[in-house]
């Protein structure tokens, strides 16, 4: 169960759209819809942003949007906002009520 | 409002075994479907789910640590524990307890609501 793969870093400008992918395989991201996504600020606990590979939970703004393709999920962050900078966890169901994450990207507002 | 917060030592020396709480409100762990999990972060690095407990008691590991875990419950304490054996300093990290919800009674495969996290260090 190896962690699944994001890119270690993405910027945009103010007012830009950014795409986040998560690579995973066959038995993981491949084998289920139910990726989640988290965002985490310096010194605190993960946020969830999207669920089930393209849900929004309650409260989080919908320039926030998931999809997947393949073994390969994406989060799209438009219309980017200064507060949006932060780190960005990918997370798989991966059978057997098993759970992987991904290795983090890093979003800076330029 | 559902919260949970973790609690248990800040240092461990190596080999020691490490034992965390995770105290939690506005929900109960005897609901169909719910859960609470472990996730854990080390300084700079990424998450790492490690463990997963079950309102019928149904427990759930992270193949690569699974020998040293082990979760448990207390639901009229509204607690659940995790146990980790032989901590290493590599296992420095910060942990958190995280709420998986139902739907109709069925589980949901994501965490969303977590603790605050505490910062366990293993160091001699």
């Known amino acids: 169960q190896s962690a699944l793969t994001q890119p270690a870093s993405v910027s945009g400008s103010p007012g830009q759209s950014i795409t986040i992918s998560c690579t995973g395989t066959?038995?993981?991201?491949?084998?289920?819809?139910?990726v989640s996504w988290y965002q985490q600020h310096p010194g605190k606990a993960p946020k969830l942003m999207i669920y089930?590979?393209?849900k929004r939970p309650s409260g989080v703004s919908n320039r926030f949007s998931g999809s997947k393709s393949g073994n390969t999920a994406s989060l799209t962050i438009s219309g980017l906002q200064a507060e949006d900078e932060a780190d960005y966890y990918c997370?798989?169901?991966?059978?057997?009520?098993?759970?992987?994450f991904g290795t983090g990207t890093k979003v800076t507002v330029l | 409002q559902i919260t949970l917060k973790e609690s248990g030592p800040t240092l461990v020396k190596p080999t020691q075994t490490l034992t965390l709480t995770c105290t939690f409100s506005g929900f109960s762990l005897s609901t169909s479907g719910v859960g609470v999990g472990w996730i854990r972060q080390p300084p700079g690095k990424a998450l790492e789910w490690l463990a997963l407990?079950?309102?019928?008691?149904?427990?759930r590991y992270s193949p690569s640590l699974k020998s040293r875990l082990t979760i448990t419950k207390d639901t009229s304490k509204n607690q659940v524990v995790l146990t980790m054996t032989n901590m290493d300093p590599v296992d420095t990290a910060t942990y958190y307890c995280a709420h998986t919800p139902q739907w109709l009674g069925a589980s949901r495969y994501y965490f969303d609501y977590w603790g605050q996290g505490t910062l366990v260090t293993v160091s001699s």
């Open positions: 089930e590979g393209s």
């Open positions: 407990i079950y309102w019928d008691d149904d427990k």
């Open positions: 066959s038995s993981d991201v491949g084998s289920y819809n139910l």
């Open positions: 997370c798989s169901y991966a059978g057997s009520s098993s759970y992987v």
